[in-house]
């Protein structure tokens, strides 16, 4: 029984730590967009409650340099990715096939440089509850059709997710 016990919870601790590399892994706050602080234009603060952003839209100029420091205040686990309409949409499916089980690569995914996937270039980081997460970001030229969301099941359906003016 005490072996079973053992297995079982080295297991889960297993589990856990490849959960966390994953959901750490570039592009959910361990990328390297190749930005400093030095580089950075403004900063923007916002608020991440549960199923909501704060401010819900964000007026860039192309080519400035934004660092984004976003609390979490509610008590669930957030993303903020920027990208277009069809790469949250890509990213949401990802996000839905990973609570299900079938895996979830994001190690392509860095802040600002992209995702391994078509029409997919996306920068994100994910903020646990209580904590704050910083993206450096870099506003690309000519785009004019970019949101913010949390993608993880349910959340941007539920209304969590904002819009870029330019």
């Given at each position: 029984m005490?072996?079973n ?7 889960a601790l297993?589990?856990g ?11 959910h706050?361990?990328?390297?967009s190749?930005?400093?602080e030095?580089d950075v234009?403004?900063t ?7 199923m ?6 964000l ?14 205040t509610?008590?669930?686990?957030h ?5 277009s309409?069809e ?5 949401r499916k990802?996000?839905?096939d990973m ?7 994001m190690?392509?995914m860095?802040?600002g440089?992209?995702h391994?996937?078509?029409n ?6 994910t903020?646990a ?5 910083t ?7 000519n785009?004019?059709?970019l949101e913010y ?8 359906e ?5 819009n870029?003016?330019?």
């Amino acid at each position: 029984m005490r072996k079973n016990t053992l297995v079982t919870s080295l297991f889960a601790l297993s589990l856990g730590l490849v959960t966390s590399a994953t959901w750490a892994a570039p592009g959910h706050g361990g990328g390297d967009s190749g930005l400093t602080e030095s580089d950075v234009d403004r900063t923007i603060s916002l608020e991440a409650g549960d199923m909501w952003f704060d401010p819900e839209e964000l007026e860039m100029a192309s080519g400035e340099v934004v660092k984004f420091e976003i609390t979490n205040t509610g008590s669930l686990e957030h993303e903020f990715v920027i990208g277009s309409k069809e790469a949250h949409e890509e990213h949401r499916k990802m996000m839905l096939d990973m609570a299900n089980g079938e895996g979830h690569d994001m190690s392509n995914m860095s802040q600002g440089e992209g995702h391994d996937m078509p029409n997919m270039s996306m920068a994100g980081v994910t903020i646990a509850p209580g904590e704050t997460g910083t993206l450096l970001w870099s506003v690309p030229d000519n785009t004019n059709e970019l949101e913010y969301a949390c993608n993880i099941p349910g959340h941007y359906e539920s209304g969590m997710y904002g819009n870029f003016t330019f």
